[in-house]
């Protein structure tokens, strides 16, 4: 009786590095943690606010922000400034859906998320002022 032979396939071997060697070129490398992550002692909106903003200013010319953003999204990082986006973004954007912004490389197409995110602000700024969204307004017709 002849046993079927089993082939294994050995998946193509890479270094772990190249899956993190983009922060390397990261632009936040050589700066305090304390600008992207929130100290446990802040609990200020106002000052929670700044930091995040300065942090984003520094992530829009950052040349790995796709990578990062991408990064952050695809684990679901928790805390901190990734690629631009903070905490509350990258929240709405996992309620919204992100991964329609995936090119072939699978990185995030990181204007389509801004202007997702813009559109999503909008809604909510509508909705606490009373005015219908387009599709609440729709569905009334």
């Keep these: 009786m002849a046993r079927a032979m089993t ?3 050995k998946p193509e071997l890479h270094p772990i590095s190249d899956e993190w060697d983009w922060q390397l070129r990261a632009k936040c490398r050589e700066r305090d943690s304390a600008q992207f992550f929130h100290p446990d002692d ?12 300065a942090a984003k200013r520094v992530c829009e010319a950052c040349p790995v922000r796709m990578q990062c953003a991408t990064h ?4 679901g990082e928790e805390y901190g400034v990734w690629g631009g986006f903070s905490e ?8 919204v859906g992100w991964r329609d912004t995936l090119d072939r490389r699978r990185m995030a197409d990181v204007s389509r ?5 813009k559109r999503v602000r909008q809604r909510v700024e509508r909705m606490k002022a009373g005015r219908p969204t387009i599709a609440a307004a729709g569905s009334a017709l």
Excluded: N
Excluded at 42 to 53: K, Q
Excluded at 72 to 75: E, G
Excluded at 88 to 95: A, K
């Design 88 to 95: 509350h973004d990258r929240t709405m954007l996992r309620e």
């Design 113 to 117: 998320l801004e202007r997702r995110l």
């Design 7 to 9: 082939v294994r396939v």
């Design 42 to 53: 802040d609990l200020g909106r106002i000052s929670r606010r700044l930091r995040e903003e």
């Design 72 to 75: 952050a999204l695809t684990v």
